[in-house]
Structure formats: C-alpha cells, structure tokens
T-cell receptor, first 114, second 114 residues
C-alpha cells in the first residue's frame, strides 16, 4: 500500500522555466510534509517542508503548495537551473505520532536542460 | 560537524554471509533512523532509535536484521545470512526530536549480495 505517490517518474524542463513536481498521499493523518533532493551516489538532502496548517511555504526558488482536501502537494522550482537535475522525493508523516517517521514517495527524476 | 557518516560506502558479499554497517550521526541529534532504498523506490523505513532505545521496527526488518545504538551515539545494522533480496542502499539519518523534525541523511551503504 503506497501511502505517498509520485506518479511521474521523470520530468524534463528547459533551463529558466518552471518545474512542477507532484505528490499525492492517501493517509489523512499525515500533517507534515518534506521534499528531499538526491544526487547520484549521495544521500537525500532536505529541501523544504510544509505543515498542514499552511497551504504554501516558500524558500528562494522553491515553493511547496499543499491542498489538504485533495491530499496533494506540489513543489515548484522557478527558475529551474541545470544544477537542479536530481531525483526529488516527497515524504509525509503524522506528526501527532510523535516520531516523525516519514513515508517517502518513489521519486521523480528532474532533468533541467541547458 | 561533518554530518552523518556511513561506513562502508559499498559492500559486496556472498549469499549467506553476515554483514555489518555503521552509522555515525550528527553528535547533537538524539534520533537515528535506518531506511532501505531499492532501485526505483523511495527510502523505506526499517527502524529508529531515540538515544539508545530502539523504539520501532518495521515488518520489513526480518529476524536476520538487527540494529543497535549503544550509548546513544553511533549505530550498527547487521544482516545475517544475507540473501540476494537484501541488495539495496541502506541509508542512515539522524534528527533532533521536536516540532518540524527533519532528517539529515548519510550517503548510504550500497550492499550487493552475489
């Protein structure tokens, strides 16, 4: 049972344009969400988070949007840069459990074309 | 602090052999997590520690797997009688318990069972 789904395995975007990565979840208990970026041969690195009390969080070129009613979140990268090429994972946790045990999606491979 | 360190980076072993991986977390982090990632999948939760106590284990963690975190510092993950299905990237992450908790991952140990 895949509780966190990233239905697009890959995405290609031209440099300077917007990248939109999507993530859907099924567990209504999830209330804290993260995005991680992973380069080959490295561990995932934290990018941005959002709590269910918000519907948007912005950090520089990265913005995460949360639609609780649709159980959907998205990561926007504007403008996209070649260095953004990586695999992006969304992750969700029911923070009320007190453990912050994150469930990860299967990832979307972003390729930014120069 | 140099972040989360994992050793070794790569391990090739014959089926049936035992292997042990080590993780050194960020020193001030009190939580330590082990995840496993296979090709095309996101990281899957295996187990976590708060200080030296192992508080949760996934059903993915068969009896052949054991993890320890003596003295609440570094952690080891041992796999006994390895099987080809154990081939994966084993990721360690550490965090500081609290609201908005995020993980810092190590670079992982890639295990290949031949």
């Amino acid at each position: 049972d895949q509780q966190v789904k990233q239905n697009s395995p890959s995405l290609s975007v031209q440099e300077g344009r917007i990248s939109i990565l999507n993530c859907d979840y099924t567990n209504s208990m999830f209330d804290y969400f993260l995005w991680y970026k992973k380069y080959p041969a490295e561990g995932p690195t934290f990018l941005i988070s959002i709590s269910s009390i918000k519907d948007k969080n912005e950090d520089g070129r990265f913005t995460v949007f949360l639609n609780k009613s649709a159980k959907h979140l998205s990561l926007h990268i504007v403008p996209s840069q070649p260095g953004d090429s990586a695999v992006y994972f969304c992750a969700a946790s029911p923070s009320t459990s007190g453990t912050y045990k994150y469930i990860f999606g299967t990832g979307t491979r972003l390729k930014v074309l120069a | 602090d140099t972040g989360v360190s994992q050793d070794p980076r790569h391990k090739i072993t014959k089926r049936g052999q035992n292997v042990t991986f080590r993780c050194d977390p960020i020193s001030e982090h009190n939580r330590l997590y082990w995840y496993r990632q296979t090709l095309g999948q996101g990281p899957e939760f295996l187990t976590y520690f708060q200080n030296e106590a192992q508080l949760e284990k996934s059903r993915l963690l068969s009896d052949r797997f054991s993890a320890e975190r003596p003295k609440g510092s570094f952690s080891t993950l041992e796999i006994q009688r390895t099987e080809q299905g154990d081939s994966a990237m084993y990721l360690c992450a550490s965090s500081l318990a609290g609201p908005g908790e995020t993980y810092t991952f190590g670079s992982g140990t890639r295990l290949t069972v031949v």
